[in-house]
């Protein structure tokens, strides 16, 4: 069991910048993917990012690349996600999620069976 907990959301004029993390419980962090996720009002929860166990595969949508910047401790089982240059679009709840033990990098929702509560971004104009 696999137990996330995010963190660093709030309110932010449009063109600043945000670092969210999400906190992993358990002793075997480097053993999971992790990614995230953010569901827009009205909208379907999406891929973000995602990190593979040792931190050096990362992979993005391509509505974010260039300015989230997916990154990992796993002495302090924590992953983090830099947000630049914010825009009003990238409002949305953002959670941090993993699928099981060993499982390989995935932009697929349906893979990731470990999620956490999200964080609120709200980006104003």
């Known amino acids: 069991q696999v137990q996330l907990v995010e963190s660093g959301g709030g309110l932010v004029q449009a063109g600043g910048s945000l670092r969210l993390s999400c906190a992993a419980s358990g002793r075997t962090f480097s053993s999971y993917v992790m990614g995230w996720f953010r569901q827009a009002p009205g909208k379907e929860r999406e891929f973000v990012a995602s990190i593979s166990g040792r931190g050096l595969s990362t992979y993005y949508a391509a509505s974010v690349k260039g300015r989230f910047t997916i990154s990992r401790d796993n002495a302090k089982s924590t992953v983090s996600l830099q947000i630049d240059s914010l825009k009003p679009e990238d409002t949305a709840v953002y959670y941090c999620?993993?699928?099981?033990?060993?499982?390989?990098?995935?932009?697929?929702?349906?893979?990731?069976?470990?999620w956490g509560q999200g964080t609120q971004v709200t980006v104003s104009s």
């Open positions: 999620a993993t699928p099981p033990r060993g499982a390989a990098m995935t932009s697929s929702m349906s893979a990731y069976t470990y």
